[in-house]
């Protein structure tokens, strides 16, 4: 699934005239980002070039050109919820189902989302997601997941590029 999927997911968009609106989004995005996003086949994300003095990220600066992760669809609450700023306790303004790609900007160290779950999915790190919003690391992966309640493996966090690092002003 690409970003139109994800898009779609999102909005649950099925009219002709959201179509059309998805459409031209869609293309603003593929433009503005030159389709920059992609894996190699290790499941880790690209490396994405830096872009420091190009990212308009209100409070914060650093990032990169956008690059692909995936909603975890391994355990309970499935999916992965976008919150208004970089905290567990900030306003939920959206959010996706499990396996859907999406494209983040930047990434940002920040108070544990999640302090009880195992190591290394507390979630102290947060994604900039290029729609608008944060999510945490915790309910992020670079490969699609299947789902399994039990599983004591969550799947494979998605990279940490030191040059997408984001710092706030």
């Given at each position: 699934?690409?970003?139109?999927?994800?898009?779609?997911?999102?909005?649950?968009?099925?009219?002709?005239?959201?179509?059309?609106?998805?459409?031209?989004?869609?293309?603003?995005?593929?433009?503005?980002?030159?389709?920059?996003?992609?894996?190699?086949?290790?499941?880790?994300?690209?490396?994405?070039?830096?872009?420091?003095?190009?990212?308009?990220?209100?409070?914060?600066?650093?990032?990169?050109?956008?690059?692909?992760?995936?909603?975890?669809?391994?355990?309970?609450?499935?999916?992965?919820?976008?919150?208004d700023s970089p905290d567990i306790h900030a306003e939920q303004v959206g959010g996706f189902k499990g396996n859907i790609h999406i494209q983040v900007d930047g990434w940002v160290e920040a108070k544990e989302a999640y302090p009880l779950n195992p190591d290394p999915y507390k979630g102290e790190q947060w994604y900039h997601f290029v729609g608008g919003g944060?999510?945490?690391?915790?309910?992020?992966r670079s490969e699609e997941t299947k789902y399994d309640k039990y599983a004591p493996d969550g799947g494979l966090l998605p990279a940490l590029p030191p040059e997408c690092r984001l710092t706030p002003q």
């Amino acid at each position: 699934m690409g970003v139109t999927t994800a898009i779609a997911e999102r909005t649950g968009s099925t009219s002709r005239r959201s179509g059309t609106r998805l459409g031209t989004a869609l293309l603003m995005l593929v433009l503005l980002t030159g389709c920059s996003g992609g894996r190699q086949g290790s499941g880790e994300a690209v490396a994405p070039e830096a872009t420091s003095t190009t990212l308009q990220i209100p409070g914060y600066i650093g990032g990169c050109q956008p690059f692909e992760v995936i909603t975890q669809d391994r355990w309970d609450p499935r999916g992965a919820a976008i919150r208004d700023s970089p905290d567990i306790h900030a306003e939920q303004v959206g959010g996706f189902k499990g396996n859907i790609h999406i494209q983040v900007d930047g990434w940002v160290e920040a108070k544990e989302a999640y302090p009880l779950n195992p190591d290394p999915y507390k979630g102290e790190q947060w994604y900039h997601f290029v729609g608008g919003g944060w999510m945490t690391r915790a309910a992020l992966r670079s490969e699609e997941t299947k789902y399994d309640k039990y599983a004591p493996d969550g799947g494979l966090l998605p990279a940490l590029p030191p040059e997408c690092r984001l710092t706030p002003q």
